[in-house]
Nanobody, 123 residues
């Protein structure tokens, strides 16, 4: 069992930055690839970013490429999502997820999910 707890969400004006954190506990964190997803009201959940279990390979969705960066610290059992140049369309609940695999999945095939943290970006 892996428990995931997101933090760092909040309100921000367009153009600002936020850093989300996801702290993991329960199993060996470095055995899991990690992903960030988001879901806006009335929309489907979408992939935002993924990182391999070693942290050496990352991927971000085209909608956030160049603005968002995913990273992880396996010594701290934490994965991060640095969000810069925020836009109102980034408003959503952001979820982190853990996948017992070397690589992430963009389709939501993860073993564990956090409860989510709200990010609201005003124009």
């Amino acid at each position: 069992q892996v428990q995931l707890v997101e933090s760092g969400g909040g309100f921000m004006q367009a153009g600002g930055s936020l850093r989300l954190s996801c702290a993991a506990s329960g199993r060996t964190f470095s055995n899991y690839a990690m992903g960030w997803f988001r879901q806006a009201p009335g929309k489907e959940r979408e992939f935002v970013a993924g990182i391999s279990r070693s942290g050496g390979i990352t991927n971000t969705a085209d909608s956030v490429k160049g603005r968002f960066t995913i990273s992880r610290d396996n010594a701290k059992n934490t994965v991060y999502l640095q969000m810069n140049s925020l836009k109102p369309e980034d408003t959503a609940v952001y979820y982190c997820a853990a996948r017992r695999s070397g690589m992430w999945s963009v389709s939501g095939e993860y073993d564990y999910w956090g409860q989510g943290t709200q990010v609201t970006v005003s124009s």
